[in-house]
């Protein structure tokens, strides 16, 4: 069937009972869960780009690839075969076969931009509008839930910091999340501002070609270098062991390393830096200066520590085809970039690695019985439903474990709960404060000292409250919830059912 078949008429409204907003990771978990746990529910995923992968989709930039093992960054449900640190193409090539495998590509409508949600109390439903094709012709649909898979970030462009002059720049300036497509980079000196994960992949793929990468960080990262294989997994598959069983178990060692990993960060934080800066060491010689570009001031895991398989990062930069310069930028010129202490760099082409810009909601307009909902008054239920937004639920993921995670979660509760009306004879959910949560303190959706990204600085006031104690809290702990998500009593009356 074509695209143009799967639109519904434009002036018609189609009812759903649940609508998945987002073909991403975490839209084709909510499909795959709603379809197994519920499978009398009729629904739709609604995509706002041409084809599934989300992020994956949108990110076309040299070297893309995840610095999550696709262990735990796949689906609990979908073994993962190859290599654990996994290229866009490879996550985008693993979601099609989940997609054919348990026939989801049906459920999705591609093209469709939601751009506001209503929901009415009088019919106990979510009205939604999306906009259809370059034209913007609407789409009416309705839904008793809505399922928000759309992410968390602004994938129209990544975020830029205003620097003086840019415009004076003579050469190209990219922003990795738009990326031209087959930008020629051969034999040019580049310089690449930022030195996160997206900038750790980029360094050494387009080190080959270029004449030169520089990358220029304000400040440094925490790197973990260490080779792209499991040993564990290779040796299941040289036993022939079924790939479920080797998923599960390379998995379950995986989680127990990254909370051993977790928990040192906290216990013994100086004993972690010590054997990330030793690795680092290891690759980049004892002439290397590390502590200038490659030792941070914060402790380590408060922003996500950059994996770098096999080393690349480092090994582009003992070859001489990479650099780093630590040092903040005074003015862009014609040329390149002045730096605070008076260096200038010079460049062809200017990379901006800086970053995306939050996007709450998905930038849909919501409404609830004709009033305008600002989020940022609402308290979270355990980071997945909100105090006064009846009948929906937002897939958040984890920042320092994988995403898919939580996915997972979520998706297991979001369907416990819906069936658990369904038997209650319950149509409408909305998270409320009982008398006892009344008083409690207004807390930032992320604690800012346990993590502290950009985009979320930038943003935080725009995002929901959590309070002090569950169920409004915003754990950000996969180890917590694994067992505090699946036991969540329905009926402790911060749930209102009617
Ligand atoms: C470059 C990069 C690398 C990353 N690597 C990792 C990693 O290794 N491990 C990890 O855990 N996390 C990683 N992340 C975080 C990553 O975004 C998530 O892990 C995960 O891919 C998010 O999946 P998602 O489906 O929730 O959201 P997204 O991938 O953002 O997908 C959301 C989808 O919703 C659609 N959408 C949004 N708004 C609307 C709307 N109004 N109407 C219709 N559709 C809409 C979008 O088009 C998109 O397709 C990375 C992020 C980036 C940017």
New binding site residues.
């Given amino acids: 069937m074509n695209q143009s078949e799967t639109q519904p008429n434009a002036s018609a409204t189609e009812h759903f009972d649940v609508i998945i ?8 978990d909510a499909a795959y869960h709603l379809k197994k746990q519920c499978p009398t529910k009729r629904f739709a995923v ?4 041409q084809s ?8 076309k930039y040299p070297g ?1 690839r ?3 093992d696709l262990f735990t ?1 796949g689906y609990k449900w979908k073994p993962w075969t190859s290599a654990p640190i996994a290229s866009a193409e490879e996550i985008l090539s693993y979601l099609d076969s989940a997609l054919d495998e348990e026939a989801l590509r049906q459920y999705i409508r591609f093209g ?4 506001k949600a209503s929901w009415n109390s009088d019919n106990k439903c979510w009205q939604i509008t ?1 906009k259809v094709g370059a034209d913007g012709q609407q789409s009416h649909f309705s839904c008793n839930f809505l399922w928000m ?5 602004q ?1 129209k462009k990544g975020y830029t910091p205003d620097w003086p002059n840019m415009d004076q720049f003579e050469g190209d300036i990219i922003h990795p ?1 738009t990326w031209p497509e087959g930008y020629n980079y051969t034999d040019k000196d580049i310089l690449v501002i930022g030195s996160g ?2 900038a750790a992949t980029l360094v050494p793929a387009i080190a080959e070609k270029s004449a030169h990468v520089t990358m220029l960080q304000r400040s440094p990262t925490y790197f973990f270098p260490a080779p792209n294989r499991n040993e564990l997994a290779d040796t299941l598959r040289e036993l022939d062991i079924p790939d479920a069983w080797t998923h599960e178990i390379v998995r379950k060692k995986i989680l127990l390393e990254q909370q051993q990993l977790t928990e040192r960060c906290v216990t013994d934080p100086e004993s972690v830096r010590v054997e990330l800066l030793t690795a680092a060491r290891e690759y980049l010689g004892d002439d290397y200066d590390i502590d200038t570009h490659f030792t941070p001031s914060y402790r380590p895991w408060r922003q996500r520590l950059a994996f770098v398989p096999d080393g690349d990062l480092f090994k582009g930069i003992k070859a001489g085809k990479a650099s780093v310069v630590t040092d903040e930028i005074d003015t862009f010129t014609s040329a390149g970039v002045k730096l605070k202490s008076g260096r200038e760099l010079r460049a062809d082409t200017i990379i901006t690695a800086t970053g ?1 810009d939050l ?1 709450v909601l ?3 307009e919501f409404v609830i019985d004709g009033k305008s909902l600002d989020f940022a008054d609402t308290w979270t239920y355990r980071g997945i439903m909100y105090s006064g937004i009846p009948n929906m639920a937002w ?1 958040f ?2 920042f320092r ?4 995670l939580r ?1 997972d979660l979520i998706s297991e509760f979001v369907c416990r709960l819906l069936s658990f009306m369904d038997a209650n004879k319950s149509t409408v959910v909305t998270p409320c404060l009982r008398p006892q949560d009344q008083d409690m303190p207004a807390l930032p959706f992320v604690d800012a000292d346990n993590f502290n990204p950009g985009y979320l600085a930038r943003s935080m006031h725009l995002l929901p409250k959590q309070g002090d104690h569950a169920p409004w809290v915003f754990k950000q702990d996969f180890y917590a919830e694994q067992t505090d998500i699946p036991a969540a009593d329905l009926q402790d009356g911060s749930l209102l059912y009617e």
Wanted: with cysteine; net charge negative; charged share 5%.
């Fill in positions: 907003i987002g073909a991403g990771i975490s839209g084709i609604l995509e706002n780009q599934y992968g989300g992020t994956w989709l949108t990110h893309i995840s610095d999550s960054f469709q931009t939601v751009v999306s898979c759309q992410g968390y970030y994938h999340q994960a997206t995306f996007s998905g930038d849909i897939v993921g984890y474990a994988s995403w898919t996915a």
